[in-house]
């Protein structure tokens, strides 16, 4: 399974939600503390851009001695729909400074050097320590995982359907049988009954994929054996 350092750091490389909550900064509104881009640099400090003038940078300006404390937190939310839609949250907290002279005009970059991270999500809750997240590396298929979703439920949904096979579920006795989540090391699907019950199975590759041509070979490998 990915260790959670890679999942925290996942979620940081991914599409999914972030609010920059700052000791203090009370008036803000949500949207005006959501980073227009995210990044994480060589030794594991997060990068954060925002409008010059919003409440972060204003804060991140008139802080003093570099101790103003900061919260990112993530949402993600599942890019096809299925019950129960959140699929994990994180937490990164650290201190926030400025990094003059790396934005384009009218934009700040801000910097939140971590000091502790927390996620939760499908695989459990588990704190992460920052030399951890620091070294960790988002996983190969993040960039990748929302098309490949969306692609399996409208375009592959009775291979999906199939897999009701490898959990000893009669495919007539399930309401729907979505793609959750996808990664390296496998594929996670939710099952919901017609009572409305849901569960997740996990099937996992034989091993581990490193791009999309491993990954179609692994997909097919997985649906042959549904099938067969």
Known sequence: MPSAA??????????????????????????QLMPRLRNVGPHGDLFLLFPADSPAVRAATHAHDD????????????????????????WITGWLTRVPGLAPPGSMTLRLEVDE???DDLWG???VAPEAFAA???D???????????????????????????????????????????????????????AGHCFDARFEFPEPVTDLTGLRRAMRRLFEAAEG
């Open 67 to 90: 101790e103003l404390s900061a919260v990112l937190a993530l949402t993600d939310v599942a890019p096809v729909s299925v019950p129960h839609r959140i699929r994990g949250r994180a």
């Open 125 to 127: 809750a588990m704190s």
């Open 117 to 119: 991270a927390y996620v």
């Open 6 to 31: 890679e999942r925290t750091r996942t979620l940081v490389h991914s599409t999914c939600s972030s609010v920059l909550l700052i000791t203090g900064l009370d008036g803000a509104r949500p949207e």
């Open 136 to 138: 960790a590396e988002p």
């Open 140 to 194: 190969p298929l993040a960039s990748h995982e929302t098309e490949l979703l969306q692609h399996l439920h409208a375009s592959h949904g009775e291979q999906v359907r199939s897999l009701c096979g490898l959990v000893e579920q009669g495919p007539d006795g399930m309401k729907s049988v979505t793609p959750l989540a996808l990664d390296r090391f496998g594929l996670r699907v939710r099952f919901q009954d017609h």
